[in-house]
C-alpha cells in the first residue's frame, strides 16, 4: 500500500458524460500527478500540481480538467467521455515537484459505453 | 522529445534461468526508475537509479544505469514464477537549470511470463 488513495476502483459510463475522480496523496506530500494508461497509448503523463498549483501538463485532453485543493486531494474531470478515453487512470504523489520519487495509487478504471 | 524504449517487450522465461531487459532513452536524464505492475493492479516502485554507475539489488533483480549511454538495464537472476508481471522503465527529463519537472516518461513495458 502506497498511501496514495484513489476513488472511485471502477466507473462505468456513457459516452457524452462527464465524471470526476478523486485523489488523496500521501501525508506530506505536496505534489501530484495524474497518468492515463490505455493499451494503445501506454501510460501518459497527464498534468501534474504541487501545493495546489498546476506545475506542469502533458498530454491532457481539452476536455479533461483538474485541480488540487487547499487539503492537497486532486480531482481529475473528464467530460465529454468518448468510449476511447476507457482506461486506467492513476494518481501518483511525491514530496517535492520535481526529482523525487513518485508513489502510486491503486488507479481508477473508467469504462465508457 | 523525450522518448523510452524498453526490449524485449514480451519475455517469456523458464524458472531457474538469468535474463535482461533494456531500457534506452533518448535525451539527457540522470534519474531513472523501475516500477513492476500485476495485471489489473497499480504501480509498484522497484528502484531508483540516480547517477551514472548506480547498481541496485533486491532479491533476484538487480539495475543499473548508464547515463553516457542513456541506457538501463533490469537483470534477472534465477527467475521463480512470482516474477511474473509487466516491468516498467520511466524516465525524468533533466531541464537546461538542472532541475525537472518530474513528470515521468515511460518505456512501453516488458511483459514477463516464468514458467515451470
Known amino acids: 500500500d502506497s498511501g496514495v488513495t484513489q476513488t472511485p476502483k471502477h466507473l462505468i459510463t456513457a459516452t457524452g458524460q462527464r465524471v470526476t475522480l478523486r485523489c488523496s496523496p500521501r501525508?506530506?506530500?505536496?505534489?501530484v500527478y495524474w497518468y492515463q494508461q490505455s493499451l494503445d497509448q501506454g501510460l501518459q503523463f497527464l498534468i501534474q500540481?504541487?501545493?495546489?498549483?498546476?506545475?506542469a501538463k502533458g498530454n491532457i485532453l481539452e476536455r479533461f480538467s483538474a485541480q488540487q485543493f487547499p487539503d492537497l486531494h486532486s480531482e481529475l474531470n473528464l467530460s465529454s467521455l468518448e468510449l476511447g478515453d476507457s482506461a486506467l487512470y492513476f494518481c501518483?504523489?511525491?514530496?517535492?515537484?520535481?526529482?523525487?520519487?513518485?508513489?502510486f495509487g491503486p488507479g481508477t478504471r473508467l469504462t465508457v459505453l | 522529445e523525450l522518448k523510452v524504449e524498453q526490449n524485449p517487450l514480451f519475455l517469456s522465461m523458464q524458472e531457474g534461468k538469468n535474463y535482461t531487459i533494456y531500457c534506452n532513452y533518448s535525451?539527457?536524464?540522470?534519474?531513472l526508475y523501475w516500477y513492476r505492475q500485476d495485471p489489473g493492479k497499480s504501480l509498484e516502485s522497484l528502484f531508483v537509479?540516480?547517477?551514472?554507475?548506480a547498481v541496485k539489488q533486491e532479491g533476484r533483480l538487480m539495475a543499473s544505469l548508464d547515463t553516457k549511454a542513456r541506457l538501463s538495464t533490469l537483470h534477472i537472476t534465477a527467475a521463480v514464477h512470482d516474477l511474473s508481471a509487466t516491468y516498467f522503465c520511466?524516465?525524468?527529463?533533466?531541464?537546461?537549470?538542472?532541475?525537472?519537472?518530474?513528470?515521468?516518461?515511460f518505456g512501453q513495458g516488458t511483459i514477463l511470463t516464468v514458467h515451470p
Open positions: 501518483a504523489s511525491s514530496v517535492l515537484p520535481s526529482y523525487n520519487e513518485q508513489f
Open positions: 537509479l540516480l547517477s551514472n554507475g
Open positions: 520511466a524516465v525524468v527529463r533533466a531541464n537546461a537549470g538542472g532541475t525537472s519537472y518530474g513528470k515521468l516518461t
Open positions: 500540481y504541487y501545493n495546489g498549483e498546476e506545475r
Open positions: 501525508s506530506g506530500d505536496l505534489s
Open positions: 535525451t539527457t536524464s540522470d534519474r
